[in-house]
Nanobody, 124 residues
Framework: QVQLVESGGGLVQAGGSLRLSCAAS????????MAWFRQAPGKERDLVAA????????FYADSVKGRFTISRDNAKNTVYLQMNSLDSEDTAVYYC?????????????????WGQGTQVTVSS
């Protein structure tokens, strides 16, 4: 059974940092692209950052460029999201996801495995 388990969320003050982790189990995703999405209350689930299978290519939403960094460790079947300079607009549930292929994917429909989400709350 495939599972994606996110961790690292929590409450942080504006300007602070958090590092999210997403550990996959049940099969290897070393040949699949992965991503982080987020969903704030009453809003759609949006792509935050994506990474291709090797980690050699990444994509960031404009709102997080220069502040967030996505990375992966295929030996550990894990993807990370380092979040710096957090502000209240970053408050959301963050989900990791695995894409249907190896290259960068930027639409929600191109992801077929999802974690349960981890809450990130930034206090101003």
């Amino acid at each position: 059974q495939v599972q994606l388990v996110e961790s690292g969320g929590g409450l942080v003050q504006a300007g602070g940092s958090l590092r999210l982790s997403c550990a996959a189990s049940g099969r290897s995703f070393s040949t699949r692209a992965m991503a982080w999405f987020r969903q704030a209350p009453g809003k759609e689930r949006d792509l935050v950052a994506a990474i291709n299978w090797s980690g050699g290519a990444t994509f960031y939403a404009d709102s997080v460029k220069g502040r967030f960094t996505i990375s992966r460790d295929n030996a550990k079947n894990t993807v990370y999201l380092q979040m710096n300079s957090l502000d209240s607009e970053d408050t959301a549930v963050y989900y990791c996801a695995v894409a249907v292929g190896s290259g960068l994917k930027i639409t929600l429909s191109q992801y077929d495995y999802w974690g349960q989400g981890t809450q990130v709350t930034v206090s101003s």
